[in-house]
């Protein structure tokens, strides 16, 4: 069928999924069991499911693209797959084999191939995610899971596409800490986020900066994003502590940046040290990195009741490179020198 949604450059993130989804059970005494292609519908869980009283979840996020003659890649999706496993470890969760959540990927994606968008921009999101739907009361590991994947055709993930993002610092609230679950993709973290998200929107800014939870002092990443600083021809990101999440972009972004000879650093990097650079015009960018943005310009800091322009809240120079160079790698535009693509056929 032609997919319903009209204008493909009008979408919404994640507000329309398509016909199909994939799903697989799993059992402590049987292991992976009964994966099938099946009709989206809704699921009937038990009230007593474990992921409903002790958040047993996991998810991953990644895109499927239309390239100009009609190919479909995939970005990096074995990176997602091994990461969906690392989390899985850490949430007492059964791994999925890499070779079946890619062939679960090629099954699904190729029966909905109508519905990824050709429009500039646009793509088709793809949510793996794993539950406990064992039922019982009590703070154990379930024995039973179910895997599933959906897809959602998608426009740009900020509604000012590629412009420049405000920024609201959070000193007070904390979103991870190190030594929890902060650097994995489970559902509890982005809880934590929420009424930060919240108190930012109240302000009239897009995404909230977190700092860490011990001094609050230090920068860690925005809620959808890792976040990367310009000084100059240097590029500087936050060192992965145990509480920012290791974003496959981010991997990308630092790999793309050591082939294009810039300096790169992964450090402890304060917000004192931002402030500063932004004001004696040292650090010249600031940008987030996530796979449903891609790269985001970022155009002001707000931080204790001051506003701090930064390039003038214009879009930088090296912050385009990195957007125009990773979706030319992402739509097969540009020739993938590190083999990143992945085309289903």
Known sequence: ?????????????????????????????????????EKYRSFSIDPAACVLHYSQEIFEGLKAYKTADGRILLFRPEQNSRRLNRSARKLCMPELPEELFLQALKELILLEKEWIPEAPGTSLYIRPTMIATEAFLGVNPAKEYLFY?????????????????SIYVEDQLVRAAVGGVGDIKTGGNYAASLLGGEKAAQKGFSQVLWLDAKEHRYVEEVGAMNVFFVFGEKLVTPMLTGSILPGITRDSVLRLAREMDYEVEERRISIDEVLEGIKTKQLTEMFGSGTAAVISPVGLLHYQDTNYDINDNQVGKVTKTFYE?????QYGRAEDKLGWSYELK
Not at 325 to 329: A, K, Q
């Open 149 to 165: 994947l959906i897809l959602s055709p998608v426009g740009a993930y900020f509604k000012a596409g590629f412009n420049p993002v």
């Open 325 to 329: 160079h990773l979706l030319d790698i």
């Open 1 to 37: 069928m032609k997919p319903p949604y009209g204008d493909a450059e009008k979408l919404d993130f994640g507000r329309m999924f398509t016909e199909h989804m994939f799903t697989i059970k799993y059992r402590e005494d049987k292991g992976w069991y009964d994966g099938k292609v």
